[in-house]
Nanobody, 119 residues
Framework: QLQLVESGGGLVQPGGSLRLSCAASGSLFAVYYLDWYRQAPGKERELVATITSGGDTSYSDSVKGRFMTSRDTAKKMLFLQMNSLEPGDANIYFC?????????????WGQGTQVTVSS
């Protein structure tokens, strides 16, 4: 089981940068694939970025080239570097961990951190 806690959200001007962090506690962090999702009020949660247990990354088209995710397995940390932020990036950002085992699928979510992009 994992517990996930995001941090690093806040207010930033358009064109600015923020770095989100997600701290994990629990066991077997290394085997999980990790994602960043975001959700605006009244909208569905949107997948932003994924990093596999092997370190492969993928991004949604809306953030590709501007956002970068990374993980520090030894420290059980997940990061999202967000550059060239736009007003449309303002959302609550969630980290997510998933693992598919023969016994079933396991998923865990953080509580979210608010990102506001405004001048």
């Amino acid at each position: 089981q994992l517990q996930l806690v995001e941090s690093g959200g806040g207010l930033v001007q358009p064109g600015g940068s923020l770095r989100l962090s997600c701290a994990a506690s629990g066991s077997l962090f290394a085997v999980y694939y990790l994602d960043w999702y975001r959700q605006a009020p009244g909208k569905e949660r949107e997948l932003v970025a994924t990093i596999t247990s092997g370190g492969d990354t993928s991004y949604s088209d809306s953030v590709k080239g501007r956002f970068m995710t990374s993980r520090d397995t030894a420290k059980k940390m997940l990061f999202l570097q967000m550059n060239s932020l736009e007003p449309g990036d303002a959302n609550i950002y969630f980290c997510h961990a998933g693992y598919k085992a023969s016994s079933g699928a396991y998923e865990y979510w953080g509580q979210g951190t608010q990102v506001t992009v405004s001048s």
